[in-house]
């Protein structure tokens, strides 16, 4: 079994900043993508950014370049969200996902409780 622990959501002004962490724990072999989607109210889930193990390719929403950038840390298999010049658009409860291998080579495809991020003056 994998779990997934998010940190960093809360309250901002508009044009500040957060950065979220997501930590992969349990039963993890590998990871093979890891990354980030968000659900505001009355919305479907989206995409907001994920990123690839191996060539740490990156993919964003278009409503997101320029202001978000992701990262991760394999050896911790922890990924970043650095969210920069947010906008009240961006409040939104934001969901950690992480798919790849468990120990006994069974794939997975995790999800975080969400987190919380609500852009407010």
């Known amino acids: 079994q994998v779990q997934l622990v998010e940190s960093g959501g809360g309250l901002v002004q508009p044009g500040g900043s957060l950065r979220l962490s997501c930590a992969a724990s349990?039963?993890?072999?590998?990871?093979?993508?890891m990354g980030w989607d968000r659900q505001a109210p009355g919305k479907q889930r989206e995409l907001v950014a994920h990123?690839?193990?191996?060539?740490?390719?990156?993919t964003y929403a278009d409503s997101v370049k320029g202001r978000f950038t992701i990262s991760r840390d394999n050896a911790k298999n922890t990924v970043y969200l650095q969210m920069n010049s947010l906008k009240p658009e961006d409040t939104a409860v934001y969901y950690c996902?992480?798919?790849?291998?468990?120990?006994?080579?069974?794939?997975?495809?995790?999800w975080g409780q969400g987190t919380q991020i609500t852009v407010s003056s």
């Open positions: 990123i690839t193990t191996n060539l740490r390719k990156t």
């Open positions: 996902n992480a798919r790849g291998w468990t120990t006994i080579s069974s794939p997975f495809d995790s």
């Open positions: 349990g039963d993890v072999y590998s990871t093979n993508v």
